[in-house]
């Protein structure tokens, strides 16, 4: 993030203080979440906001992604449900979203793009300044704190994601 270039400080801060991370995209949303020792709730919050408020979308970064996502994508080819739930999507209505290919490799998020002259990291910044707005997301943080004290510290980080009025 700006405020915090450092691209691993976030994965570094989860694993120092008894967390974890990760994300996860479904068919109609993305979701993000972490655990940490309470004591470092705030300053996690900071950071994971800042993915939000003021995203960099390092270089580095963003080929790091798409290697885990064609990873994750390679070990989903042998699941048989992952299997299954693709012939679904190939036989509904190709003129439906849902019919599209569901996640990513190096192909389709690097290669066949760059072949067509688009760079991915900049359709990322794009989608984000598009899509990303406060009025379609959910926030939930639990906490050993007051429901005050986490209504708080949601407002103080995450009061800085633009609305953008979206419709969906």
Known sequence: TKTFPDENL?????SEHGGRSNA???????NYYFDVLPEKLEKIL???AGFFTEPLFAPSSTEREMKAVHSENAQNLLNDAWRQYQLLKSTSNPAHPF??????NL??????PKERGVETRQELLKFHDKLYSANIMKLCILGKNSLDDLEALAKKYFSKIVNK???V
């Not at 192909?107 to 066949?112: A, I, N, Q, V």
């Open 10 to 14: 976030y994965s570094k801060m989860i």
């Open 24 to 30: 996860y995209t479904s068919t109609e949303n993305t």
């Open 46 to 48: 900071e950071l994971f």
């Open 99 to 104: 019919s599209k290919f569901g996640t990513g």
């Open 107 to 112: 192909e389709t998020l690097r290669d066949k």
């Open 165 to 167: 009025k979206l419709q």
